[in-house]
T-cell receptor, first 109, second 114 residues
Framework: SQQGEEDPQALSIQEGENATMNCSYK?????LQWYRQNSGRGLVHLIL?????REKHSGRLRVTLDTSKKSSSLLITASRAADTASYFC?????????FGQGTELSVKP | KAGVTQTPRYLIKTRGQQVTLSCSPI?????VSWYQQTPGQGLQFLFE?????QRNKGNFPGRFSGRQFSNSRSEMNVSTLELGDSALYLC???WGGGLNTEAFFGQGTRLTVV
C-alpha cells in the first residue's frame, strides 16, 4: 500500500505565484523526503525533513512536517516556468521510501 | 562528485527473456535501493542493498533479484520478462549509515518488454 499521498493531484498556476502541495502518510516515519521529476526522468532530491523537525527551508522551498497529523507540505515561492514538474513526497519507513502518485505542477509564463 | 549512474538508459527485451540493469552509486555511498515506476502503480520499492547484503525488500515476485558488489555497485536482474515489467527502473544511492540520510536517484533505465 502506498504511504505518501499527495494533494492536489494537479496544480496549475502563473509564474510568480506560490505553489503548495500537501502529503499525508499512514505510519510512523524516520524522515520524509521531497523529490521533483521532469517528464519521466530521474528524481531530483529537494529536501529531507526529520521526524523531530517541524519546518525546513531551502532557497524558495519551505517544507513543514506535522507528525501528529501524519502530514507534510511543500511550498514553492515565486514559482518559475522551470518549476513545472511532478513533485513527490516520500516518507521513509525503516529505510524504504514509500511514494505516492505525486502532484503535477504546471507553471505558466 | 559524480552522481548516480545507471546503465543502460534504454532497453528493449522480448517476453521470456531476462535482463540485468546496473547502478553505480555516488562515491562513498554504501546503500543502493531500486524502484520501479509505472503509470499505473507509480513508484514502488523493490529492494535495498547495504554492504553487499539485502537489507530491505518490497513486495515483488522472486523474478526480481539484485546484488551488490564490494565497490557498492549494484545490479538488478529480472528473469522471465512479462509485458507488465515495462517500466522506468530507478536506483537510489545513500550513505546508508543511519536512517536520516538523503537518497539520490539516477536517471533510470527505461525497460520496454515486447
Amino acid at each position: 500500500s502506498q504511504q505518501g499521498e499527495e494533494d492536489p493531484q494537479a496544480l496549475s498556476i502563473q509564474e510568480g505565484e506560490n505553489a503548495t502541495m500537501n502529503c499525508s502518510y499512514k505510519t510512523s516515519i524516520n524522515n520524509l523526503q521531497w523529490y521533483r521529476q521532469n517528464s519521466g526522468r530521474g528524481l531530483v532530491h529537494l529536501i529531507l525533513i526529520r521526524s523531530n523537525e517541524r519546518e525546513k527551508h531551502s532557497g524558495r522551498l519551505r517544507v513543514t512536517l506535522d507528525t501528529s497529523k501524519k502530514s507534510s507540505s511543500l511550498l514553492i515561492t515565486a514559482s518559475r516556468a522551470a518549476d513545472t514538474a511532478s513533485y513527490f513526497c516520500a516518507p521513509n519507513q525503516g529505510g524504504k521510501l514509500i511514494f505516492g502518485q505525486g502532484t503535477e505542477l504546471s507553471v505558466k509564463p | 562528485k559524480a552522481g548516480v549512474t545507471q546503465t543502460p538508459r534504454y532497453l528493449i527485451k522480448t517476453r521470456g527473456q531476462q535482463v540485468t540493469l546496473s547502478c553505480s552509486p555516488i562515491s562513498g555511498h554504501r546503500s543502493v535501493s531500486w524502484y520501479q515506476q509505472t503509470p499505473g502503480q507509480g513508484l514502488q520499492f523493490l529492494f535495498e542493498y547495504f554492504s553487499e547484503t539485502q537489507r530491505n525488500k518490497g513486495n515483488f515476485p522472486g523474478r526480481f533479484s539484485g546484488r551488490q558488489f564490494s565497490n557498492s555497485r549494484s545490479e538488478m536482474n529480472v528473469s522471465t520478462l512479462e509485458l507488465g515489467d515495462s517500466a522506468l527502473y530507478l536506483c537510489a544511492s545513500s550513505w546508508g549509515g543511519g536512517l536520516n540520510t538523503e537518497a539520490f536517484f539516477g536517471q533510470g533505465t527505461r525497460l520496454t518488454v515486447v
